[in-house]
């Protein structure tokens, strides 16, 4: 156990030869503390995309680790979102709330910086009935890590947390000690997926999120949140998969951005995405992106229907 758990007075529960655990665990907190970089660490290999960007993820997100006695199945949430509420957002917030009345444990993600009203809002959400773990995360960035004891105890007034366990995500630190921290709240019962499954969602999906990644990735501030990627076709051909996306803007000025000087930069975010894709499905991919406009279709019903939202 590292000098800042003892600081910080970390509870570990060491794991042990006893009934099998299974339960659900969603991963919470504002948008950018690093949910999704803290799923995929947990995972081992890329699953939930990140990005700069605030609400990168969009989707309620399954992902499964299994060990010998224990099978977490962690929910990635999309950061709860206070501006830009259009009908997009308004839907994320309710997978948000949702998930909340329908887990084991809650793990409420914070960055060691001050108390923010971002922070309280989700916080507001989060059920003293519900075990909730309290995430300290990015502390490789932290010079003094004696200056996140304050932000603890702010944070303690505010909720009654049953653990808090400080991480990075990024560097892969003090991961274990959360693991063990977390099964101490699971039910007993046996495993509901099969050990070698990472998740419920199906490549096509996948396929659209690492395209979508892709574009926050290589455009930043350039290009408006209103983004998305629709699949219009995926097929397999013996070991190839033949991906074919359509990348979905709300206005036709925001065209030349994705594509770029003779094409070059949707050639990049094609590129990337299929090296990505190639790793993850674990083949070769063809993948054919276009950029197509639909005006408004963050605040149309039918749209965000029809794009899976």
């Known amino acids: 156990m590292t000098d800042i758990n003892q600081e910080l007075e970390v509870k570990a529960v060491t794991a042990f030869d006893g009934p099998f655990k299974c339960g659900t665990v969603a991963i919470v907190g504002r948008p950018n503390v690093g949910k999704s970089t803290l799923l995929n660490h947990i995972l081992g290999m890329k699953l939930a995309i990140t990005s700069r960007k605030a609400q990168t993820t969009r989707h309620r997100l399954l992902g499964i680790h299994t060990t010998d006695d224990t099978q977490y199945l962690f929910v990635d949430t999309p950061g709860f979102q206070q501006k830009h509420l259009n009908a997009l957002n308004k839907g994320l917030n309710k997978t948000v709330t949702q998930v909340l009345t329908e887990v084991d444990v809650v793990l409420f993600v914070i960055e060691p910086m001050k108390l923010g009203d971002a922070d309280r809002k989700v916080l507001q959400l989060l059920s003293d009935k519900t075990p909730t773990i309290l995430v300290v995360n990015k502390l490789d960035l932290m010079g003094d890590k004696g200056n996140v004891l304050p932000l603890i105890q702010d944070f303690d007034l505010e909720f009654p947390f049953s653990e808090i366990v400080p991480v990075s995500a990024k560097k892969s630190l003090n991961l274990d000690e959360l693991l063990k921290s977390i099964?101490?709240?699971?039910?007993?019962?046996?495993?509901?997926?099969?050990?070698?499954?990472?998740?419920?969602?199906?490549?096509?999906?996948?396929?659209?999120?690492?395209?979508?990644?892709?574009?926050?990735?290589?455009?930043?501030?350039?290009?408006?949140?209103?983004?998305?990627?629709?699949?219009?076709?995926?097929?397999?051909?013996?070991?190839?998969?033949?991906?074919?996306?359509?990348?979905?803007?709300?206005?036709?000025?925001?065209?030349?951005?994705?594509?770029?000087?003779?094409?070059?930069?949707?050639?990049?975010?094609?590129?990337?995405?299929?090296?990505?894709?190639?790793?993850?499905?674990?083949?070769?991919?063809?993948?054919?992106?276009?950029?197509?406009v639909k005006g408004g279709w963050a605040d149309d019903a039918r749209a965000l229907k029809s794009l899976g939202y």
């Open 183 to 292: 099964r101490n709240y699971l039910p007993e019962q046996e495993a509901i997926y099969s050990e070698d499954e990472l998740t419920d969602k199906n490549e096509r999906f996948l396929a659209a999120e690492l395209v979508r990644e892709k574009i926050f990735r290589l455009l930043g501030d350039e290009i408006p949140y209103s983004v998305a990627v629709e699949v219009e076709k995926f097929e397999v051909v013996g070991k190839l998969r033949r991906i074919f996306c359509a990348i979905i803007v709300d206005k036709d000025s925001q065209k030349p951005m994705l594509i770029g000087k003779n094409g070059e930069k949707l050639k990049q975010i094609s590129t990337e995405a299929r090296q990505d894709m190639e790793k993850l499905f674990g083949g070769k991919v063809y993948l054919e992106t276009w950029v197509k």
